[in-house]
């Protein structure tokens, strides 16, 4: 089971690898800017850690943060733009095609939001510093706790989702589902998306 767990860890790793290498790249970034000292610096290897920069624990609460968050938010923020701008055109307008060829910036743009929003999640090693050092023994800010405590969610499950392999799949799906997510906040873009549907047909 085991062994299962980690081939598809592996196979979701590899099919992402810009998102794989990029996150590992900004894992980097983060463990200069927090003065954390670095054991294996290889973005990419076979194991649990592919994707992840191995680094020494985190003491403080400002460098678990640091180290969780900043690649965390980059990795979303470019998921994001980048579903956004293919989940629109393939998804929501059906546009496979643009003129006589292959709509191939839609489907990169589609590609490459999955490949970040895949790799988004803190390494198993940095969520536990993150848990231990905000919500241990030690810690006593209520306050400080309970603002963290939707950010500590969506570490907890995505940690366990990438660890599966199966960050893959719910990217996937919600790359397919942003569309009409999107429509809910933003009502006009429901009516965009019907009028030009409307005028292509």
């Not at 099919?15 to 590992?24: D, H, M, Q, R």
């Not at 998921?79 to 989940?87: K, R, V, Y």
């Not at 790799?119 to 231990?132: A, G, I, M, Q, W």
């Not at 499950?157 to 660890?163: A, F, N, P």
Request: hydrophobic share 50%.
């Amino acid at each position: 089971m085991i062994c299962m767990i980690k081939i598809f860890y592996l196979i979701a790793k590899t099919i992402t690898f810009p998102g794989t290498l990029f996150k590992a790249f900004l894992e980097h970034i983060a463990c200069r800017l927090t003065l954390t000292a670095m054991e294996n610096d290889r973005y990419y290897q076979n194991n649990e850690m592919c994707g992840h920069v191995e680094h020494d624990l985190a003491e403080r609460k400002g460098q678990a943060f640091v180290l969780c968050f900043f690649p965390f938010i980059v990795m979303l923020i470019f998921g994001i733009i980048f579903a956004w701008a293919g989940s629109i055109d393939i998804i929501a307008l059906g546009e496979f095609r643009r003129t006589e060829q292959i709509n191939l910036m839609g489907f990169l743009y589609v590609y490459l939001g999955l490949c970040f929003l895949t790799n988004l999640f803190p390494s198993t090693e940095d969520y536990l510093s993150f848990k231990v050092l905000f919500y241990g023994k030690g810690s006593k800010n209520i306050f400080l706790k309970i603002i963290l405590a939707p950010l500590f969610a969506v570490f907890f499950i995505g940690t366990k989702l990438e660890k599966c392999g199966l960050s893959l799949l719910t990217s996937a799906a919600f790359i397919f589902f942003m569309p009409q997510i999107l429509s809910l906040f933003v009502p006009a873009l429901t009516n965009l998306i019907t009028d030009y549907s409307t005028g292509l047909n």
